[in-house]
């Protein structure tokens, strides 16, 4: 199955399904201008994966070279951005070199920002290997690195040439990681399509078990609302933000945590969106029935949807860290809300105080 980002002259297939990676020298082939290719994967991946990539990339006729980071968020960051331009312009990276990009998110994010800068700009190709990978971070162009001030906070908007999500590469990725991802098909329901959310409550136990069909199904259905909500503002000036729902509470989680494995980004992301169900219904504007649909629903599957455990979560310094978030925009926050499952919208004008008490109640475990 394929799935079209409509962006003019910089529109890109997302081909979806299982097997393909053993493809991906004849789906890649006709992106290609010279006949190099670089591969950048990182430590855990490379093992599971590469061969076979170069082995399809070789056979189409292409000449695959390869370069290998460190896995886990840290890999983020300066020195390991330099680190890859300098293997990239050591191995005589060309305009006509293919970048391409094997693993998930921190891969794709650190390789898609290196080939937006590299000689100005060189084309690259995303081979998701998460699912949180699949579903969100290689589709839309967004690549970047972390910084002390925060996640995200230097990169650019490159879109890929070509997304190759081959499902069937979810087989080897830890359950918790599938879990991780998984919140950010959730994301997608709560967004705009509450059949969506409904598919997922039969489904979700199945797809995070390993079902095969259920996994294709919702990695389609994610890349094509995510395609179409990007096709209609590439650059986040408007209905883009809402992929954010959840986000700037778990980004604040995620940095009370220092980014650590204490709590996964798809774990904050999970909570984040309870605390947008929660305030919607505290502000009168959705179901308080809704939000408690969605928290039996992360139960159900595994993932986390409120505060409890031994962390003493600082209400104070949580608001901090949503102040600093990079959604504040002439000091007012920006909040991803819902009307209902199915209704997001963003709203500017939450009180502090409505805030501040929503997150001392989850605080408190409630
Ligand atoms: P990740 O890239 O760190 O991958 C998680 C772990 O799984 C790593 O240890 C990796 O080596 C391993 N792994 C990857 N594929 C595997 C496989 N098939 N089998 C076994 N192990 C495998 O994390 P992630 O969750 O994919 O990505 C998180 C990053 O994505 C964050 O930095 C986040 O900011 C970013 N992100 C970006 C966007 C965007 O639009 N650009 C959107 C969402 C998230
Ligand atoms: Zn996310």
Not at 37 to 53: G, S, W
Request: hydrophobic share 45%; with cysteine; aromatic share 4%.
């Amino acid at each position: 199955e394929t799935v079209t980002v409509d962006l003019g002259d910089r529109t890109y297939p997302i081909h979806i399904g299982p097997g393909l990676l053993d493809r991906a020298g004849e789906l890649i082939l006709p992106v290609m201008s010279g006949n190099r290719v670089l591969i950048v994967t990182d430590d855990q991946v490379a093992p599971l994966y590469l061969e076979r990539l170069e082995r399809s990339l070789a056979a189409a006729g292409a000449m695959p070279m390869h370069t290998v980071m460190p896995a886990g968020e840290k890999t983020k960051d300066f020195p390991h951005l330099e680190a890859l331009l300098d293997a990239m312009l050591s191995t005589r990276v060309e305009r006509g070199t293919l970048i391409v990009a094997l693993g998930g998110g921190v891969v794709g994010d650190l390789t898609g920002f290196a080939a937006s800068i590299l000689l100005r700009g060189v084309d690259f190709v995303q081979i998701p290997t998460t699912l949180l990978a699949q579903v969100d971070s290689s589709v839309g162009g967004k690549t970047g690195i972390n910084t002390r001030h925060g996640k995200n906070l230097v990169g650019a908007f490159h879109q890929p040439r070509l997304v190759l999500a081959d499902t069937a590469l979810l087989d080897t990725l830890p359950r918790r990681q599938v879990l991780a991802g998984y919140a950010e098909v959730v994301k997608y329901g709560i967004i705009d399509d509450p059949d969506f959310f409904t598919w997922l409550e039969a489904n979700g136990a199945a797809l995070i078990a390993g079902d095969a069909e259920a996994r294709r199904h919702a990695v389609a259905t994610s890349c094509r609302a995510k395609a179409r909500i990007v096709a209609a503002d590439e650059r986040e000036g408007g209905v883009r933000a809402l992929l954010n729902l959840g986000h700037t509470f778990g980004h604040a989680l995620e940095a009370e945590t220092g980014f650590s494995d204490e709590l996964l980004h798809g774990e904050g992301v999970a909570i984040g969106m309870v605390m947008a169900l929660r305030l919607s219904a505290m502000l009168g504007l959705s179901p308080q029935a809704d939000a408690e649909r969605l928290v039996r629903h992360l139960d159900s599957v595994g993932l986390p949807s409120g505060l409890a455990g031994p962390r003493l979560w600082d209400v104070a310094r949580l608001i901090g860290h949503m102040r600093g978030d990079k959604k504040v925009k002439d000091g007012a926050m920006t909040f991803v809300l819902a009307r209902s499952i199915g209704g997001g919208f963003l709203s500017r004008d939450v009180p502090e105080d409505t805030l501040a008490t929503l997150l001392a109640e989850m605080a408190a475990g409630r």
